[in-house]
């Protein structure tokens, strides 16, 4: 059962162009959360979402961010016009959502993002 | 929204001794407590968790508390040893859709 996958692992970009981060999530997961890390920092939630629905996107900012997580496919976390202060790693994470262990949350590897 | 304070920041101790981690947490209605280590440039693991209806939980070398009066859960790891070396995070989860709240990590150095 291969864990959470993300890719790209590194992702460099100027300053004003977009990032896209995708996350696919354990099989039989539904559940997917989207956390960004600063270096010597803690995980800081930005969304979570289950298929084609936002559950709460309270961490992320309103503008330039946007997750989905479409009925095909992996879960996007998309990012417009990045500013340096976007470099940060960013993890996803997925839950099965459902059953005694529905609340467990296993982590991807991250996508390091380098803004210029 | 739920707030969780982690104790102490840096942590170094010998191999061999006892290492331990102190959480605490704000909101009453949360009820699933998971404790994750990351080691330099890998991502976040599980390494053991906890629910409100019970005090206590321990998995060879660790071992997990939870208070729910005192709103406090701590990390216990035994014989630790240099591979123990890594960030370790606490976390706390109300019911339904809440989603994980994070402490601030925890540094914790096992020198040979």
Redesign the interface.
């Known amino acids: 059962n291969a864990g959470v996958m993300q890719n790209p692992r590194h992702l460099v970009r100027r300053r004003g162009q977009e990032a896209r981060l995708r996350c696919s999530p354990m099989k039989g997961h539904s559940h997917v959360y989207w956390y960004r890390q600063l270096p010597e920092e803690g995980l800081k939630f930005m969304v979570y979402l289950q298929k084609e629905n936002i559950i709460d996107e309270s961490g992320m900012p309103k503008e330039r961010f946007s997750a989905e997580f479409p009925k095909e496919g992996p879960s996007i976390l998309r990012i417009q016009q990045v500013v340096r202060g976007d470099s940060a790693a960013y993890f996803c994470a997925s839950s099965p959502g459902m059953g005694q262990r529905g609340d467990t949350q296993y982590f991807g590897p991250g996508t390091r993002l380098t803004v210029l | 929204?739920e707030n969780v304070e982690q104790h102490p920041s840096t942590l170094s101790v010998q191999e061999g001794d006892s290492a331990v981690i102190k959480c605490t947490y704000s909101d009453s209605a949360s009820n699933?407590f998971?404790w994750?280590k990351q080691e330099l440039g890998?991502?976040?693991?599980?390494i053991i968790?906890i629910r409100s209806n019970v005090g206590e939980k321990k998995d060879q070398r660790i071992a997990v508390t939870l208070n729910k009066t005192a709103k406090h859960f701590s990390l216990h790891i035994t014989e630790t040893q240099p591979e123990d070396s890594a960030v370790y995070?606490c976390a706390a989860?109300g019911s339904g859709?809440?989603?994980?709240?994070?402490?601030?990590?925890t540094m914790l150095l096992v020198s040979p």
């Open positions: 929204g699933y998971p994750y890998k991502r976040p693991q599980l968790d995070f989860k859709y809440s989603t994980l709240t994070f402490g601030k990590g």
